[in-house]
C-alpha cells in the first residue's frame, strides 16, 4: 500500500509516519523544506515537495496513491482556508481514480461540546465545534458528499508525547517550579491519548475502512486536571500548582486554540474499538505518567 502523509514532520504525523514504515507499508510525505525532507527519509519515507498553501503541487501525486492521511496543519490565521481549500483539491483530484480514494482526515475532540452530566461524548454526539475548528466541521461535511472518497476522520483526544500535551506541558511546569497555567480549572476533565497509540488507531483505520466511519481516540476517557496533576507530582515528588488563566482580553476570534482546554469533556471510545480492534497500550494514567512524565 502507498500511503500519502501529510504534516508527517508534526507531533502526529512523525508518530503516523513511523508506525506505517514499521508496518512495510510505503510512506510518501509532504515536505515543503530541506529540513523536513531530511526528516521524513530519516523515518523511512520518500518526501515529496509541496506545500499545503499550494495543492496543486501535490493533489495529483497525493490521489494516485492508495491512500491518504491527513495530519498536517498550518496552525496560523488562514489555517481553516488552507485546510479546506487542500482537501476540496484533493476531492476534485480524486475524480479521476477508478476507485474512491481512502482519506484518513484528522478531527478532533474539540469539534463536540462539552459532557453533559456523566454522559460521555459518541462519534453519535453533534458536533459543536469550537470557533478555532469550526472550519474542521465544514469540511468534514463536504468531503462526506458524493462517491469519490473513502472517508475515515479520526478524533483525536488530547495527544500526549514525552515533548507535547498536557503531561509534557505539566511536567516542564514542575521541574522549572512553575505554575502550570491553563484555560481549565482544577475540575475540568480531559480525555487522554497517547501518540503511539494513536498512530496504531490510523494504521487499523486504514485496514479496516468503510465507506464512512468516525473514529473517537482516546486512552483515558477522563481526568481531572488536578486529578492528573496530583499523579504528576507523586511521581516527582514535588507539588504542581493549577492556575486558572483569564480568556484573551483582547479578542482572537477564530484563532482562538486553547479555548479548548477549558471544555470538560468525557469520551466512550468502544466503537473505535471495536470498528478496528484497537487497544491502546497506555490506558491507565500511571502508565502515561511513568513513560511521558520524565
Known sequence: MDVFVTGGTGSIGTAVVKKLVQEDLRVIGLA??????EKLRSLGASAFPGDLRNPDSWVARAASCDAVIH????????????????????KQA????KQPLQIVYTGGIWLYPAS?????????????PLPAFRFMSETIRTMSHGTDLNLTVVHPALVCSQTAGPIADMTRALKAGEPFETRATSSTTWPL????????????????????????????????????????????????????????????GDNDWAAGYALSQKIDVSHAQRATGWQPELSTIEDLVVTLSR
Open 32 to 37: 515543503r523544506s530541506d529540513d523536513a525532507t
Open 71 to 90: 495530519t498536517g496543519a498550518t496552525f496560523t490565521e488562514d489555517m481553516g482556508r488552507v485546510d479546506r481549500q487542500s482537501m476540496l483539491a484533493l
Open 94 to 97: 480524486a475524480k479521476h481514480r
Open 116 to 128: 453533559q452530566g456523566d454522559k460521555p461524548i459518541t462519534e453519535k454526539t453533534p458536533f459543536s
Open 193 to 252: 491519548v497517547e501518540v503511539g497509540d494513536l498512530a496504531s488507531l490510523y494504521l487499523l483505520a486504514l485496514r479496516h475502512a468503510r465507506f464512512r466511519m468516525s473514529l473517537i481516540a482516546g486512552s483515558i476517557p477522563g481526568i481531572s486536571v488536578g486529578h492528573l496533576a496530583s499523579h504528576i507530582s507523586a511521581r516527582h515528588g514535588k507539588p504542581l500548582e493549577i492556575v486558572s488563566a483569564p480568556e484573551p482580553v483582547e479578542s482572537v
